[in-house]
């Protein structure tokens, strides 16, 4: 079974604060992504990574980094979080190649005030 | 035009009757579906994929995909209360991405 790991579940931060959320995949799969949901809105696509090193913006990138040394690691990083950065974040992976099934893990709420 | 529209429901269907759910998406180039469920509070899990066009069926599930139309919806029979959830539509054009839909939610009534 496919398992994508994120550390941390809930989280409160302050505005101004920087936050990294951290996700692990075991798959040995070449892409990685971040999505945050927000009601009425879907899933939405911060950043993406389809190597070790190698990053995309996704539609809404602004406000986030990201950053992938290993391959089974994807973090993605708040600079300075703001309110509307609240909301729970999703990370995600596939094998490389079109068609392959994207596995999501369970999701980081951030919450900042 | 968003590039995949969905209905926001939510959508109400009696137990035992037939749950369509549909999606179109705007670009023709798009190449692979998805079908994601997702229950509250939890993350989406894959239902099932489609890249022909035509009927894909597993189990109660079965995904319809029309390329010349641009839509693609997912049929579940014999609905069950525990298929209520918000279902996701995905379309990837080939480039790794995935482009999600807002997603519609489903209520089974018992």
């Known amino acids: 079974d496919v398992k994508v790991t994120q550390s941390s579940r809930y989280l409160v931060k302050r505005t101004g604060e920087k936050v990294f959320l951290e996700c692990v995949q075991d798959m040995d799969h070449e892409n990685m992504f971040w999505y945050r949901q927000d009601p009425g809105l879907g899933l939405r696509l911060i950043y993406f990574s389809y190597d070790v090193k190698m990053k995309e913006k996704g539609d809404i990138p602004e406000g986030y980094s990201v950053s992938r040394e290993k391959k089974e690691r994807f973090s993605l990083i708040l600079e300075s979080a703001s309110t509307n950065q609240t909301s729970m974040y999703l990370c995600?992976?596939?094998?490389?190649?079109?068609?392959?099934?994207?596995?999501f893990g369970e999701g980081s709420w951030l919450t900042v005030v | 035009q968003k590039e995949v529209e969905q209905n926001s429901g939510p959508l109400s269907v009696p137990e035992g009757a037939i749950a369509s759910l549909n999606c179109t998406y705007s670009d023709r180039g798009s190449q692979s579906f998805f079908w994601y469920r997702q229950y509250s509070g939890k993350s989406p899990e894959l239902i099932m994929f489609?890249?022909?066009?035509g009927d894909k069926e597993d189990g109660r599930f079965t995904a319809q995909l029309n390329k010349a139309s641009q839509y693609v919806s997912l049929l579940i029979r014999d609905s069950q209360p525990s298929d209520s959830a918000t279902y996701l539509c995905?379309?990837?054009?080939?480039?790794?991405?995935?482009?999600f839909g807002t997603g519609t939610r489903l209520t089974i009534i018992p």
């Open positions: 995600a992976s596939r094998s490389g190649g079109s068609g392959n099934t994207i596995y």
């Open positions: 995905a379309v990837e054009k080939g480039n790794e991405k995935l482009t």
């Open positions: 489609i890249y022909s066009n």
